[in-house]
């Protein structure tokens, strides 16, 4: 009798921690991917009161271990965006071992290459380029953070509204949408927000229980938001709600604990979509304990979501994420600086330029610069409504940063988008139209031109060079940039003078004049001698000055002899093949892919870094198919060419 009640525990001891497999459909490579699993339990808190992970295994052996989250009911889900074709293999681990529904759950998927032409889906998740100055796509190509900003669109929008809010700003060549899964407002009455589907923010308006009912409908927007090739830059936890916080308005604030559970849930909800994250929002953060939390808050961010997408931090105005996170903080990627809301703009530069100047590099953006038709120092008491902001001062602050070091991209802010102001509610800051009429604003249009200019002129390879200014007559600042290859200073409106320094080499020089509204080149009586550039602006309208630099000298020579080990392969291919070479030095190249009848399928750019360099190209429809690499610059030769064979 004892012998077999012995048997018996063992075998219970066995079944109880031996895993289950779990049933799941074929994902698509680069696309949010989700697994269901039911827990056999009910816990007064989902969120709180288990810890639940699923780690991924990938065909190459590499893991991604993310948080599972409650989506209601004994539901629990983890979310991935896997990069790799073939056969993925997932287990869970709980905190709660007897659990025996989510404990221990294993499966396999297998992950196919998507047939969407969509940037995002074939190019994979943005990461930092290699010199640590810009962001690039999964493939290293770069990619332009072309962000508008609305914080409110969680809960004030409707549908409807939003798709065409979203096809209005992809058709702008917009990249990204800075969003709060709540609210950024410090004027909120009661506890949390309810949106337009009647579904509130906390579950039985209780703070310490989310709502899974809430997130569906920002899983909508975030999706859409993908499919529409713009990333969601989510700012999870608005710093003023958080207890540390200390602020003027008399709102319901979140504990540290709970701090932490939103973290945990947004993280592991909405790290298999393509996103970035937005760490705090608009204070200080200096006090240790301030530091500190937000520290844990960003580290519980990135380990929800298993390390899978870029984090930088959002501060007062005139400040930077740097201000209190140097640039060796391991779970900020990228800095980012609010260059606030007035006239002058003058923060758009002089951030841009001490970020820039940070080591180690990190890359940075002016993640709030000023908006459209807000109120210039609208914080200020008794400040004027009729003095607002207007696109010539949207434009000479998105210039200046970029061209100040800022190089990951521009942001752009409406006032009537940004707290998605409607009938339903107008809003705050002043705001005078809708957020269908606001979306209109010139500026956004204006900044579409600005995006395109800086895409053809390569602007992940200029640098800061304000030394180049010989003289100057400017009511603003005029920055100035460079690279290789040209030399590009905006001049805002009022300038009457501009005086630059040139090399004193054997450079030529081709100068003229971009209109910041259409991008249409104008003729202007630039001055050039043997080493300075003069011009006298005609009228008070701004515009970006052009100065190409021709070398006599091929600069490019070298990287002929770089590419010598250059290799494709596989080849012939199922749609995947792989470019392949060393280099000595940093150079910029064009791939251009054409089909057996010269029509262009492909037409990247592709920065060459010091030592091995590798770049993977997809093209999805069977056939031959000629690839061409050419040098960038105004010395363009091809260094190498062949034939592909897609066969499937």
Same mark, same amino acid.
């Given at each position: 009798?004892?012998?077999?009640?012995?048997?018996?525990?063992?075998?219970?001891?066995?079944?109880?921690?031996?895993?289950?497999?779990?049933?799941?459909?074929?994902?698509?490579?680069?696309?949010?991917?989700?697994?269901?699993?039911?827990?056999?339990?009910?816990?007064?808190?989902?969120?709180?009161?288990?810890?639940?992970?699923?780690?991924? *295994?990938?065909?190459?052996?590499?893991?991604?271990?993310?948080?599972?989250?409650?989506?209601?009911?004994?539901?629990?889900?983890?979310?991935?965006?896997?990069?790799?074709?073939?056969?993925?293999?997932?287990?869970?681990?709980?905190?709660?071992?007897?659990?025996?529904?989510?404990?221990?759950?294993?499966?396999?998927?297998?992950?196919?290459?998507?047939?969407?032409?969509?940037?995002?889906?074939?190019?994979?998740?943005?990461?930092?380029?290699?010199?640590?100055?810009?962001?690039?796509?999964?493939?290293?190509?770069?990619?332009?953070?072309?962000?508008?900003?609305?914080?409110?669109?969680?809960?004030?929008?409707?549908?409807?509204?939003?798709?065409?809010?979203?096809?209005?700003?992809?058709?702008?060549?917009?990249?990204?949408?800075?969003?709060?899964?709540?609210?950024?407002?410090?004027?909120?009455?009661?506890?949390?927000?309810?949106?337009?589907?009647?579904?509130?923010?906390?579950?039985?308006?209780?703070?310490?229980?989310?709502?899974?009912?809430?997130?569906?409908?920002?899983?909508?927007?975030?999706?859409?938001?993908?499919?529409?090739?713009?990333?969601?830059?989510?700012?999870?936890?608005?710093?003023?709600?958080?207890?540390?916080?200390?602020?003027?308005?008399?709102?319901?604030?979140?504990?540290?604990?709970?701090?932490?559970?939103?973290?945990?849930?947004?993280?592991?909800?909405?790290?298999?979509?393509?996103?970035?994250?937005?760490?705090?929002?608009?204070?200080?953060?200096?006090?240790?304990?301030?530091?500190?939390?937000?520290?844990?808050?960003?580290?519980?961010?990135?380990?929800?979501?298993?390390?899978?997408?870029?984090?930088?931090?959002?501060?007062?105005?005139?400040?930077?994420?740097?201000?209190?996170?140097?640039?060796? *903080?391991?779970?900020?990627?990228?800095?980012?600086?609010?260059?606030?809301?007035?006239?002058?703009?003058?923060?758009?530069?002089?951030?841009?330029?001490?970020?820039?100047?940070?080591?180690?590099?990190?890359?940075?953006?002016?993640?709030?610069?000023?908006?459209?038709?807000?109120?210039?120092?609208?914080?200020?008491?008794?400040?004027?409504?009729?003095?607002?902001? *207007?696109?010539?001062?949207?434009?000479?602050?998105?210039?200046?940063?970029?061209?100040?070091?800022?190089?990951?991209?521009?942001?752009?802010?409406?006032?009537?988008?940004?707290?998605?102001?409607?009938?339903?509610?107008?809003?705050?800051?002043?705001?005078?139209?809708?957020?269908?009429?606001?979306?209109?604003?010139?500026?956004?249009?204006?900044?579409?031109?600005?995006?395109?200019?800086?895409?053809?002129?390569?602007?992940? *390879?200029?640098?800061?060079?304000?030394?180049?200014?010989?003289?100057?007559?400017?009511?603003?600042?005029?920055?100035?940039?460079?690279?290789?290859?040209?030399?590009?200073?905006?001049?805002?409106?009022?300038?009457?003078?501009?005086?630059?320094?040139?090399?004193?080499?054997?450079?030529?020089?081709?100068?003229?004049?971009?209109?910041?509204?259409?991008?249409?080149?104008?003729?202007?009586?630039?001055?050039?001698?043997?080493?300075?550039?003069?011009?006298?602006?005609?009228?008070?309208?701004?515009?970006?000055?052009?100065?190409?630099?021709?070398?006599?000298?091929?600069?490019?020579?070298?990287?002929?002899?770089?590419?010598?080990?250059?290799?494709?392969?596989?080849?012939?291919?199922?749609?995947?093949?792989?470019?392949?070479?060393?280099?000595?030095?940093?150079?910029?190249?064009?791939?251009?892919?054409?089909?057996?009848?010269?029509?262009?399928?492909?037409?990247?750019?592709?920065?060459?870094?010091?030592?091995?360099?590798?770049?993977?190209?997809?093209?999805?429809?069977?056939?031959?198919?000629?690839?061409?690499?050419?040098?960038?610059?105004?010395?363009?030769?091809?260094?190498?060419?062949?034939?592909?064979?897609?066969?499937?």
């Amino acid at each position: 009798m004892k012998r077999t009640i012995i048997f018996v525990c063992i075998l219970i001891a066995v079944f109880s921690f031996t895993s289950f497999k779990v049933f799941s459909n074929d994902a698509v490579k680069n696309k949010m991917y989700q697994i269901n699993f039911t827990s056999s339990k009910t816990y007064s808190n989902p969120v709180a009161d288990i810890d639940l992970f699923c780690e991924f *295994t990938s065909p190459s052996g590499i893991s991604i271990k993310v948080r599972c989250f409650w989506n209601g009911g004994q539901v629990y889900c983890a979310r991935i965006c896997p990069n790799e074709t073939g056969t993925w293999k997932f287990t869970t681990t709980c905190s709660d071992i007897d659990n025996n529904g989510i404990y221990s759950a294993t499966g396999t998927f297998n992950c196919d290459n998507s047939n969407d032409t969509n940037k995002l889906y074939q190019k994979g998740k943005i990461k930092v380029s290699d010199d640590k100055r810009y962001l690039t796509y999964g493939n290293g190509e770069p990619f332009f953070y072309f962000g508008d900003t609305a914080w409110e669109i969680t809960w004030r929008s409707t549908f409807s509204e939003v798709k065409e809010f979203i096809q209005d700003r992809k058709k702008k060549g917009f990249t990204c949408l800075q969003l709060v899964p709540m609210s950024h407002l410090m004027n909120l009455k009661g506890i949390g927000v309810i949106n337009q589907n009647k579904d509130s923010f906390f579950l039985n308006l209780n703070q310490k229980l989310l709502n899974p009912k809430y997130f569906n409908y920002l899983d909508s927007i975030v999706a859409y938001l993908n499919d529409n090739e713009m990333i969601a830059v989510l700012a999870p936890l608005w710093a003023g709600f958080n207890e540390l916080q200390p602020t003027p308005w008399k709102i319901e604030k979140f504990t540290v604990d709970e701090s932490l559970n939103l973290s945990k849930y947004i993280g592991a909800r909405y790290g298999g979509y393509h996103v970035a994250w937005i760490v705090a929002g608009d204070l200080t953060y200096e006090k240790p304990e301030q530091n500190n939390f937000w520290n844990n808050f960003a580290l519980t961010l990135r380990e929800a979501d298993g390390w899978q997408n870029l984090a930088t931090m959002h501060s007062m105005g005139s400040t930077g994420g740097w201000f209190y996170f140097n640039n060796e *903080t391991k779970w900020m990627d990228f800095n980012m600086y609010q260059s606030s809301h007035t006239f002058d703009g003058q923060y758009a530069w002089i951030l841009g330029q001490d970020a820039f100047k940070l080591q180690p590099s990190k890359p940075v953006v002016d993640g709030e610069g000023c908006y459209e038709d807000i109120p210039t120092d609208f914080w200020v008491e008794g400040h004027s409504l009729t003095s607002r902001i *207007t696109a010539p001062y949207i434009r000479k602050a998105r210039y200046s940063s970029i061209l100040s070091g800022a190089t990951v991209g521009i942001t752009y802010g409406a006032n009537g988008v940004f707290q998605w102001s409607t009938s339903r509610n107008m809003g705050e800051y002043d705001a005078r139209f809708t957020v269908d009429s606001a979306w209109k604003f010139a500026g956004s249009g204006q900044l579409t031109v600005l995006k395109k200019i800086m895409e053809d002129l390569r602007w992940y *390879t200029l640098k800061p060079s304000q030394e180049l200014i010989i003289s100057s007559e400017s009511k603003f600042h005029i920055p100035v940039a460079r690279n290789d290859s040209l030399i590009l200073a905006y001049l805002p409106i009022s300038t009457t003078s501009i005086n630059l320094k040139l090399d004193n080499n054997s450079n030529t020089y081709n100068a003229y004049l971009l209109n910041t509204m259409t991008g249409k080149k104008i003729n202007g009586n630039i001055s050039i001698s043997h080493d300075t550039l003069t011009y006298f602006p005609p009228d008070t309208n701004d515009v970006l000055l052009v100065a190409e630099i021709h070398n006599t000298i091929n600069v490019n020579d070298s990287i002929k002899d770089d590419l010598d080990n250059f290799e494709v392969y596989p080849n012939p291919s199922e749609g995947i093949f792989n470019l392949a070479w060393f280099s000595d030095s940093i150079n910029n190249l064009e791939l251009q892919i054409t089909d057996i009848c010269g029509r262009v399928v492909q037409n990247n750019d592709i920065v060459s870094h010091p030592g091995k360099n590798k770049n993977q190209i997809i093209i999805n429809l069977p056939g031959i198919y000629f690839y061409t690499i050419k040098s960038r610059g105004f010395n363009t030769f091809i260094l190498k060419n062949g034939i592909i064979f897609i066969s499937k």
